[in-house]
C-alpha cells in the first residue's frame, strides 16, 4: 500500500523534547527538561465555583459553537490587562487561539511559502521551529549576546534577505535561554523593520512572569506602523491545559488570520475561554501571578546557588530574571547529548541544546527549567549533574 | 507596507455560512442555516457534578500540559462505544483532535501538497473544502443519489486520477444532503479503493444521529486493509463547545498525524477532555443520545411535514434518517442566493447550496438544518419560506 503522504512530512518529526518527556514520565527521574509551570500553583479550588458560575450563567452558549475570533468579555480582559503592558488595543486585534502554539501554527499559514525566508534568533524555541517547519521555509539564525538579538546581525540578515517574511522573537526571557532583549535593542528592533519592511512576531508566553529587575515593554509597545503581530497565552499565567492563548494585530493581519483558524478548529473551547474570562472576574489574577512570580524567583535563586556550588567554574549560564528556564555553555568539545546520556543514569533529565538551533550545531549546551521541581529535588538534581558535569571536565 | 502574506491565502476565504451565520444573530431570524446542536438538550447540571469531580480527581493533571495524543480514559472509552458501531481499535489507533475539523485540516497537513488531486462526494462539507484548499489540491466531484456516491463515477475519478491522494465521504446523513451510503456502496467503495490503491477519509460526526431505518456499518468496519481514516466528534452527541474529535486509523497513518497534531497546539484541552470521560463514567452517554434522536426525529418530520403543505409540488427535498440536514433542490433556473435574499427579508435564513460544490455551480439548491429550531419556529418559518418559493414558481 502505497501511502502518498505529502512533501512537509519529510520536514516535520516528532520534536526531541517529547521524547525526552516521555522518559521524564517516571516519577524517579527529577525533571529540569519540560517547560510546565508549577502545578500545585494552579488555582483548583476557585475553579470549582468558575465552573459552576460558567453553567449556571451560560450553560447553553459554553457547550455551544461559538464564534472564529473568540468569546468578546474575554478579549476586553485581555485587552485591558495588556494595555498594563504598554499595548493598546480593541476587541477588534484580538483572535483567541488554543494556546500560543496555535498561533504558531497560523503565523505559518498566513506567511510561508515553501523556500521563503524567516528570521529567528539563535537558539529559539523548540515547538515554533516545528510549527514553522510544516511550512518548509529557510530559517535564518540571528546570534545573540544578554541583551538579546545583536542588532547589527539582524541588519545583515534583512540586508541580505529583502523578502525574509517575518523576523520571530521571544524579547523576555527567551525559550531557551531565558534572556531578555534590552530596550535599545527593542527600539532598533523597530527601526530595522520599519527601514526593512519586515513584519515582526512578537512571541511573549513569559513576560509577565518577572520575578527580578525592571520591565520592559513589550516590543508591540513601540510598533509605529502596526507591523508587529502579538501573540501571548494563559499558560504560563493561569493554566497550560486549557489550551488558551491569543493573537494581538492590526485587523488587515487578522483578516488574513480569522480565515485560517476557522478552517483549522472552527474556534477555541469555549467552555475554557469563559472559564478564564469568569475567572478574573471572580478572583484577582494579579495576585495569582504574584504567588507564581514568588515560588518561581525562589526556585530559579536556589538553582543557581546550586549551580554555582556543583557545577564546574568553566561553564557558562544565563541569569535570567523571570521565565522558566536557565541556559548552559559547556566547553565547545562537550556534547550535551553524552552529558544527558549520563545524567539520566542519575535519573536527572534537561534538553540538549542543538534542537533550538534551527539549522543544526552548537551541541555544547543545554536548557533546565526550575519552575516545576521542588526545592529538595533543584538541590539533589543538579548535585547529580554537577557530579557527571565534574567528571566531564577532569 | 507590502505584507508578503503566503500564496494559500488566495484560496481560503472566510466561508459564506460564516458570513450567514452573523445574520442569524438577530434572534428575530428563524435560522435554518447554521449546523448547530439543539443547546437545551445539553446535560447542564450533569456537567456541574462532572467539573467538581474533574477538579477534585485530577485537578493538577487536568489544567497542566498533556500528551498529544491525548487522554489515555477517553481514547478508551472511544475504543469501546465504537466497538458497537462494529470498529475494532485499541487506544493507539486514536488521538483526539480539536473538534473533527481539526482532523480534517491535519489530513490536509498529513496528504496534500499543492495541485494533488482529492476526490470528494458534490456536493460535500463545506468545511472541509475549506480545510483542505489551505493545501491548494484539486477537487474531483463524483455525483450523488440518494444512496450516496454513484460508483461508477467514483471509479471512472479513479481511474482518471491514479494519484489522488484520499477519498473523502461523509457516508451517514451526509453534510450537506441528508443522504446515506447504502450497503452495497460501502462494501463496493472499499473494492474500489484496494483495487486503485487510494486511502479513504470517512468523516462520521452524524452517524450516531440516526433517528430511522436500519443501522448500517461505517465504511471502516469493511476496511480489509487499513486504508480508511475514520474521524468523529462528541460534537453532535455531547456539546460541540468542547471541540473534541478524534481521528481512528493505522498506526503508519498515526505516526504522520501526531508530530503535526504536536505543532498545531500541542494537545487538545485535557480539563474538556478529561471533562468527556468522566461524564461517561458518571453518566449514561447512550440514553442521552436517544434523547438527542427522539427530538431530531421529530423536527425532522414536522419540517418535512411543513415542506409538503408549504413547497411547490415540483420541489425535490432528500428524507434524511437522521443527522441534521435536509437538503433541496429547485428548477435550475432558480437562484437559491435570490431565494436567500427575498427569505431573509422575511427573517428566515438557510444555507444557499452552491458553496457546497467545490467547483462551483449548481445554484439551484440549499441546505435547511432541522435540529437547531422549537416547533413553532420550525412551522412558521417554513411557511414564510414556503411563500418565497411559490411567487418564485409563479
Redesign the interface.
Known sequence: ?????????NY????EI?EILKVTENPEIISFA?G??A??L?P??E??KV??EV??KE????????T?EGYIPLRKAICKRMKNLGIDSTIENIIIT??S??AL?LSG?????EG?TIICESPTYL?AL??F???IPNFIEVSMDDDGMIMEDLEKALKENP?A?FIYTIPDFQNPTGRTMSLVRRLKLIELANKY?V?IIEDNPYGEVRFAGEKIPPVKHFDT???VIYISTF?KIF?????IGWICADT??L??Y???K???????????QI?ASKYMEMYDIEKHIDKIRDVYRHRRELMIQCIKEEFPKEIKYTLPDGGLFIWVELATHIDSIDIFNKSIKNNVAFVPGHSFFPNGGCKNTFRLNYSNMPDERIVEGIKRLGKVLRDAYI
Not at 516535520?12 to 520534536?15: G, L, Q
Not at 493554566?239 to 489550551?243: I, K, N
Not at 476557522?262 to 475554557?272: E, G, K, R
Open positions: 500500500m502505497n501511502h502518498k503522504f505529502a512533501k512537509r512530512n516535520v518529526k516528532a520534536s517529547r519540560g510546565l509551570p502545578a500545585e494552579f483548583i479550588e475553579l470549582k465552573c459552576i453553567l449556571d450553560g447553553e452558549a459554553s457547550l455551544q459553537y461559538s472564529t488554543a494556546g502554539q496555535q501554527d499559514k498566513v506567511f510561508i511559502d521563503d515547538a516545528n510549527a517547519k510544516a511550512y523578502n517574511k519592511d513584519t506602523e502596526g507591523r499558560s493554566a497550560p491545559g486549557l489550551r488587515d493581519f483578516e488574513r480569522v480565515p485560517f476557522q478552517n483549522v478548529d472552527l474556534h477555541t473551547n469555549i467552555f475554557s472559564m
